[in-house]
Nanobody, 115 residues
Framework: QVQVVESGGGLVQPGGSLRLSCAASGSIFSINRMGWYRQAPGKQRELVATITFPGSTNYADSVKGRFTISRDNAKNTVYLQMNGLKPEDTAVYYC?????????WGQGTQVTVSS
């Protein structure tokens, strides 16, 4: 059993930066992969970035070169550093943890990019 909780969202101007955090608890050693997804109102949830236990990463084309996913194993936390934010990045960002038994989702944190 794994639980994840997101934090760090907020309002930022275009071109600005935010750093999201995802803290995991429970059976953390069963986690194979963690990632960030986002969903705008009325739209389908989409993948933003993932990181595996060995540390390999994948990014959506829309965020490559701007976003960086990383982890701090000592804190059981995954981060999403977002630079060069655009209005189209506005969404609720969700953290996900995947194990053999399935996936766990957080409640989400709102990111709004607006001038």
């Amino acid at each position: 059993q794994v639980q994840v909780v997101e934090s760090g969202g907020g309002l930022v101007q275009p071109g600005g930066s935010l750093r999201l955090s995802c803290a995991a608890s429970g059976s953390i050693f069963s986690i194979n992969r963690m990632g960030w997804y986002r969903q705008a109102p009325g739209k389908q949830r989409e993948l933003v970035a993932t990181i595996t236990f060995p540390g390999s990463t994948n990014y959506a084309d829309s965020v490559k070169g701007r976003f960086t996913i990383s982890r701090d194993n000592a804190k059981n936390t995954v981060y999403l550093q977002m630079n060069g934010l655009k209005p189209e990045d506005t969404a609720v960002y969700y953290c996900n943890a995947v194990s053999k038994g399935g996936g766990s989702w957080g409640q989400g944190t709102q990111v709004t990019v607006s001038s």
